[in-house]
């Protein structure tokens, strides 16, 4: 990882192991200047050529991603479903990942309007943003790519209202204490009345607060399952706030597409390992 500091992201990779045999990723900071809007860049490097197409499972997150790949460049909205992109060729290119709350500055119009849609990179950046994709496919290192998508950022970025503030906060208060599994309890621990943070998120994240809530705690759900295959899902249940294991597990399918057992096993699969150079 390359100097982003470490706080609570759903990040979600399915199969991680598997996934670092078939592509690199690093991760950089943001200019100074982006700090407040921009979590960190992902940088993606994969060689498919003569090998059969990947296709990566990601769990849906709260972030907005900008993303510029060839055939998979736009602005993707926070997502409710799995994403899935297919892997083949030889490709590098770059992602944007924009802290929960803060994309609405670049952005004309509510976040929830662009939720689990992808919207073209020149309808929220303006024409400028096609000499800086192509920029981005021809660097020819990864701090080359980061420049370039940094300085068409700063010419882009507005500063954040209050409510953006706010709404920020609000995620960051999630990540920063999985006790909270209700809404009730996020909207003591900000002070906001449950309406005020229903309309924070729809105008500032893109989704509900619960959904917030259930990403980061299912998301905490897959790392485990990941890491040590078959746990204890009921005992799992109960410190992800869960009333019953099958509530839960009815969560953990409808966010990931797999039932928990299902999930760890292909958390767990291990096909064509081959050495790679990813640093995450």
Not at 56 to 84: E, I, W
Not at 238 to 244: H, T
Request: hydrophobic share 40%; aromatic share 8%.
């Amino acid at each position: 990882m390359d100097d982003v500091g470490e706080h609570r992201i759903p990040r979600g990779i399915v199969a991680e192991a598997t996934a670092r045999t078939m592509f690199t990723l690093t991760r950089h900071a943001p200019a100074p200047e982006l700090a407040e809007f921009v979590e960190y860049h992902w940088v993606l490097h994969w060689d498919r050529r003569g090998k059969p197409p990947h296709e990566q499972r990601v769990l849906p997150n709260l972030s907005v991603h900008a993303t510029f790949f060839p055939g998979a460049s736009g602005v993707y909205g926070p997502m409710h479903d799995v994403f899935s992109h297919r892997l083949e060729g030889r490709v590098q290119g770059l992602g944007v990942r924009f802290r929960p709350g803060c994309f609405r500055a670049f952005l004309d119009g509510p976040v929830s309007d662009i939720a689990d849609r992808t919207v073209p990179l020149v309808d929220v950046f303006g024409p400028r943003v096609i000499e800086a994709a192509e920029s981005v496919q021809i660097a020819t290192d990864d701090a080359q790519m980061v420049r370039t998508i940094d300085n068409l950022l700063i010419a882009n970025r507005a500063g954040l209202s209050i409510a953006a503030r706010r709404a920020a906060e609000a995620v960051e208060s999630i990540a920063r204490d999985p006790g909270i599994t209700r809404v009730a309890q996020l909207c003591a621990d900000t002070g906001l009345t449950t309406r005020s943070v229903q309309r924070l998120f729809a105008e500032h994240v893109g989704c509900t607060p619960k959904w917030a809530i259930r990403i980061y705690r299912l998301n905490d759900a897959a790392q485990r399952i990941a890491a040590e295959g078959e746990p204890d899902y009921a005992g799992l249940a109960v410190r992800l706030g869960y009333s019953d294991q099958s509530h839960f597990i009815r969560d953990f399918r409808a966010v990931t597409g797999q039932p928990p057992g299902e999930y760890a096993r292909t958390a767990g699969a291990d096909t064509e390992r081959t050495p790679d150079n990813d640093r995450t």
